[in-house]
């Protein structure tokens, strides 16, 4: 059971694919390089797997990362780019009765 749940183009050639899979009987949470060429198209050895039981720790830890300290524009929760020097909106957590179950 894979379940894609969405990619960040990196470059060109390369994308970020975040998926939902089952490897060896045990769920987990992917984030792996997906390569477009003329010599190879699949996924890369670059990349990380979070097994399901430490997930949620690890979304609390990319929560925590100040957008102030990347540099990098702020999106609102609808993902959309803000032009440079907008306000950004407080992200909203949603609490654990509304997190699917995997």
């Given at each position: 059971?894979?379940?894609d749940?969405?990619?960040?183009?990196?470059?060109?050639?390369?994308?970020?694919?975040?998926?939902?899979?089952?490897?060896?009987?045990?769920?987990?949470?992917?984030?792996?390089?997906?390569?477009?060429?003329?010599?190879?198209?699949g996924?890369t050895?670059?990349?990380?797997?979070?097994?399901?039981?430490?997930?949620?720790?690890?979304?609390?830890?990319?929560?925590?990362?100040?957008?102030?300290?990347?540099d990098?524009?702020?999106?609102?929760?609808?993902?959309?780019?803000?032009?440079?020097?907008?306000?950004?909106?407080?992200?909203?957590?949603?609490?654990?009765?509304?997190?699917?179950?995997y």
């Amino acid at each position: 059971m894979d379940k894609d749940i969405g990619k960040i183009q990196k470059n060109a050639t390369t994308d970020i694919l975040v998926r939902i899979d089952d490897f060896g009987g045990r769920k987990g949470v992917t984030i792996r390089e997906f390569v477009t060429s003329d010599k190879y198209t699949g996924f890369t050895k670059a990349g990380t797997r979070v097994p399901a039981e430490h997930f949620l720790k690890f979304r609390e830890m990319i929560n925590s990362v100040p957008l102030s300290e990347l540099d990098a524009p702020a999106e609102s929760v609808k993902g959309e780019y803000k032009p440079k020097g907008a306000k950004p909106q407080k992200t909203l957590k949603p609490s654990e009765e509304e997190l699917p179950d995997y």
